[in-house]
């Protein structure tokens, strides 16, 4: 059964979108994703001093992720940083572009760094799935199976500029397609129409997705209350670049091993799920709190994200999700990503 979806394009029921985010390709939209341009002369140098990751030396058409910390080593937001032609890309969460654009201008003194924020003017998709690249390909003109992580293309689709890029997979691969509000249509209406093309999901479906893959999110599991070891951004943290903002507490917390919780990957028990911001008891004790549920379609499966003590934090382990004499079982899968 296939209803008809805001963007004119038919959506499959929740199951058959949660099978081909596993089988084969899906197409998501992506208004969670906000869009910064930052570009001048001192931006790959502003940018090292303000992030958790290596960035002078990103390359042309090279990206990687990073995190925007507090003085105190807390997340602000977890970005993607990618080296266009132009300028460089920053991927960040919707309601957070505005504050890091701020954030980026409060410590501009002299340098030559000009941020524009694209989250009104242009649009981002998502394709995921393990036959993400094949659809892609024959839309972007250009091979995207070896194209690296967080790494970026440039393509004209019909004529009109796309930004590619290589995304956290969830279900097997990912890509983010960014182009003008104005192209976006075509753009959905291209991906649709490829060979064995994308099937458009619901938000429902990727959430699913994404809790599956362990992927933490703004608002959810990326805020002030932790910082990035916790939510598991090692891949986002480089530990032989200089001084940034947050990195002595950052680097404080890995030399000393003084990590106490870890986000970890929760399946449910039965057909009730815990509400975000539940508490977590393992053994009669605290240990931390859900984040994020999820119901997975046609499967009876709820899947969840959570904080619990790094000493818990062990596929297997049984916790008790909820208060007073309403609980919820719930195992640990395994730490997120």
Known sequence: MSAVDGTGLATADLATQYRAGHEGAVLAERPDVGRL??????????????????????????GTAAVFTTPKG?????????????SLLCLCAAGRAVPLREWIERYTFREDVIVEDRSASHGTL??????????????????????????????????????????????????????????????????????????????????????????????????????????????????????????EVIARLHTYKKVSRMLVRLLIAGETAPQPGDPLQREGEATGNVTSVAAVPGTGRIVALGYVRDEDAVAGTEVLAGTGDFRIRATIEGVAR
């Open 37 to 62: 341009a930052i570009d001048g002369r001192d931006a790959l140098d502003l940018l090292h001093r303000l992030t958790t990751n290596d960035i002078k030396g990103l390359a042309p058409g090279a």
């Open 74 to 86: 807390r997340i602000l937001d977890l970005v993607t940083l990618h080296r266009t032609a132009a």
């Open 126 to 247: 998502g394709v995921y799935g393990p036959r993400a690249a094949f659809v892609l390909e024959p839309v972007a003109g250009v091979d995207l199976s070896s194209l690296p992580l967080h790494h970026v293309r440039e393509v004209a689709v019909e004529g009109q500029p796309v930004t590619i890029v290589r995304s956290y997979p969830l279900g097997g691969d990912g890509f983010l397609l960014t182009t003008a509000n104005d192209r976006l249509a075509a753009l959905r209406r291209r991906l649709g129409a490829t060979s064995g093309g994308a099937v458009p999901i619901e938000p429902a479906c990727l959430e699913v997705l994404r809790i599956e893959a362990g992927m933490p999110a703004a608002g959810s599991e990326l805020r002030e209350d932790f910082n990035p070891w916790e939510a598991r951004l090692q891949d986002a943290i480089s530990l032989a670049k200089g001084c940034y903002v947050g990195q």
